[in-house]
């Protein structure tokens, strides 16, 4: 890419910088996945702040950048050859846009903190640290791999070993969602084996590597809801079968709420692509495969989670015919189109 002669960075620094952060995120996030405590870490709080506000100053720089980039490029048009391997739809914009966006966010959820640290709100300090690290993590990875596609740069391996983890708590999520919609609305004896089902689902959950990695507000649910089934389960009370059906209401509503996992912005990417593949291959070739092809199959099933009505292709287990997965593609191609998606949670 052309650069401006007066400009000293380069995407590599930039880069390089983001990298640090995100190993950076990373340390700290450690240090607070045991969210049982009952006392606020005021040092540890500090300590997320910083990282808040290195990550705020990455991403004003990297803004700065792309935005001369962007004008640079609009007032002396780059030759074919110097954006030869950027992605075809990749525009130095994107990188400004993005980061502009990330760092908005960031800077609220540090006042946010900031806020609850001064108030001294236990649960809302472990929250918000907890939160200000995922989405400065989520933010930079999403920022690396935007910088990439415009330099036309390999994708990062550290932003691959991220989307692994994301596609397990999803996948996770989307198997709690089908197995409530799957019980309906029970009651009586088979309400109570439907909460045991999810009691044994939930308890599975919890003995997975990757439960150290929900956010703080999701594993402070799921120890919640566990306690409540067992509690309504072992109730011999007059109200017991009212208060089984509440917490079955509440049930459902945390399994959606779960599936606010899809905003992320390494999921939103490796969504995307994997749509407009599949959707190329069974829709946009002559002629079109009847029935869906297992190796389509096989890469539809990192989308579990996405979309119910996929899911419930993906889980039937049986041979469908292609033009089934049509209506959920092409919902979800038109979803995902970069112009439909706002700031991801």
Known sequence: MQLPTTMTTTPHSLLHRVASLIERNREEKFQILDDTGLTVDRDLATSVCLVLEEAVEVLEDIQHYYDQIAAHEHETPPKPSAIANRREDSVPSDVADLAYMSRSELLAIRDALLGSLAANMVWKVLSYADAGLGRSERALIAVNACIREVEGLPADQQIRLNLEDSLVIRRQYALFRRAMERAGSPSGAKLVRSLNGIATHIAALRNLRVYSLLRIDDRR?????QKRILAALESQASGAEEDRRVLWKDLQTTA???MEVNKRE?????????????????FQREPPPSFLPAAIRGQLEALLGRDPELDAILLDGKRCEAASSRGPLARLRAQLAPAAMGPAD
């Open 266 to 282: 390494e999921l939103v990417e490796h969504d995307r692509r994997r749509v407009l593949e599949a959707y190329r291959e069974l």
């Open 256 to 258: 959606d709420l779960f």
């Open 221 to 225: 649910r799921i120890r919640e809801l």
